[in-house]
């Protein structure tokens, strides 16, 4: 068989096509197709957000650890008024939210 009278016949042209035809339905229809790679594709993108969200507060973390290791007056002041200390003299107020 003569290569160049294969490379000019219509029918390789046509089973290439089919071929071609074919595994784009498959592609685009079949239950692993390009329906589930945007399904994956937006779940890799949720865990990616999700991630990078723990990496920011991990990151915030360390550096409220750095400073409590540092004994920082300032942190120390923070976190004590936040359980409920005042300093000698001071009085403390709280409010309930009205509903």
Not at 37 to 53: C, F, N, P, T, V
């Amino acid at each position: 068989m003569n290569t160049n009278w294969l490379l000019r016949s219509s029918t390789l042209y046509g089973a290439v096509g089919l071929s071609v035809a074919l595994s784009m339905t498959a592609l685009l229809f079949s239950q692993d197709g390009l329906p589930e790679l945007r399904r994956r594709q937006a779940e890799l993108d949720r865990a990616h957000a999700r991630l990078m969200d723990i990496n920011r507060r991990n990151h915030a973390l360390l550096e409220e650890v750095q400073r409590l290791a540092a004994k920082d007056p300032e942190l120390m002041e923070a976190l004590a008024r936040r359980q409920g200390y005042a300093r000698p003299g001071e009085t403390i107020y709280t409010f309930r939210n009205r509903k």
